[in-house]
């Protein structure tokens, strides 16, 4: 049997379930954020940058259909669909981000990154998309974030009680 992560394992605040117990995750981030752990659970080979394949496999599961091969086109694609809305997020603090919300790498040759990268944020500092791993925020190249529906910034709050998120005004980076 194959090991599927679920956000109560990975969630150090989680209180413990019985095994028996059905978790409805209600809201689309936490289900997105579920449905690409478990995609990304399938990954045999983590020596191969494969981002973009698990995050379309986790939102199809969720009836997000992304098209094209390199990861930075999920941007526009993102932008246009209607469950999403783009928010204008600072740098260092992309790490605060809720949970299913997908960050969006634009490609940068010079740096090595010829397909940009896309995760999907688990709202605890991580990312997952064909690994989990500490939420990326030090690409050389610039970036878009999408919340999904019934998601908010309002958890990234600001030493002064502002809200840190802005509305989206372009590409951030």
């Known amino acids: 049997m194959t090991w599927q992560p679920t956000l109560n394992e990975l969630t150090p605040s989680a209180p413990a379930q019985d095994p028996g117990d059905q978790v409805e995750l209600s809201g689309l981030g936490p289900r997105l954020a579920q449905s690409t752990l478990e995609a990304a659970a399938q990954n045999d080979n983590l020596r191969r940058q494969r981002c973009y394949r698990f995050v379309k496999q986790g939102l199809a599961a969720e009836g997000i259909n992304l098209t094209g091969v390199p990861a930075y086109v999920a941007a ?98």
């Open 76 to 173: 526009d694609q993102l932008a246009r669909d209607s469950r999403f809305e783009e928010v204008r997020v600072e740098r260092d603090q992309l790490a605060e981000l809720p949970e299913g919300a997908v960050v969006v790498w634009n490609r940068n040759p010079k740096a090595g990154h010829l397909y940009g990268h896309i995760s999907v944020a688990l709202g605890d500092g991580r990312e997952v998309s064909d690994r989990i791993r500490p939420q990326v925020t030090n690409y050389r190249s610039q970036y878009r974030v999408f919340l999904p529906e019934g998601s908010s910034l309002e958890t990234v709050v600001a030493g002064n009680g502002q809200s840190r998120g802005l509305p989206a005004e372009g590409v951030v980076g």
